[in-house]
Nanobody, 114 residues
Framework: QVQLVESGGGSVQPGGSLRLSCVASISIISINAMGWYRQVPGKQRELVAIMTKGGSTNYADSVKGRFTISRDNAKNTVYLQMNSLKLEDTAVYYC????????WGQGTQVTVSS
């Protein structure tokens, strides 16, 4: 069974930065697209950033210009660099592919507060 392990979350002040990592238990080189998602209690999980194996990226409007997704296929790892964090970025962040999802990992909590 595929495992996804997210890490790198924490508590930061508005304007701060964090870098999230997601390590997969399988090779991701052939996975068409890997993405980062986030969820707050009472709301549906939303896609915030996605990257294809060809290097194309797409971002939710709410994070464009602030978040950057990248992937290291050799390390089976997907990253999310988050800059200029806002209060509304507070959520649990998960990674997964763009369809036919793998089992979700435990996620990593990001809390932005002053």
């Amino acid at each position: 069974q595929v495992q996804l392990v997210e890490s790198g979350g924490g508590s930061v002040q508005p304007g701060g930065s964090l870098r999230l990592s997601c390590v997969a238990s399988i090779s991701i080189i052939s996975i068409n697209a890997m993405g980062w998602y986030r969820q707050v209690p009472g709301k549906q999980r939303e896609l915030v950033a996605i990257m294809t194996k060809g290097g194309s990226t797409n971002y939710a409007d709410s994070v464009k210009g602030r978040f950057t997704i990248s992937r290291d296929n050799a390390k089976n790892t997907v990253y999310l660099q988050m800059n200029s964090l806002k209060l509304e970025d507070t959520a649990v962040y998960y990674c997964n592919r763009d369809w036919s999802y793998f089992p979700w990992g435990q996620g990593t909590q990001v809390t932005v507060s002053s």
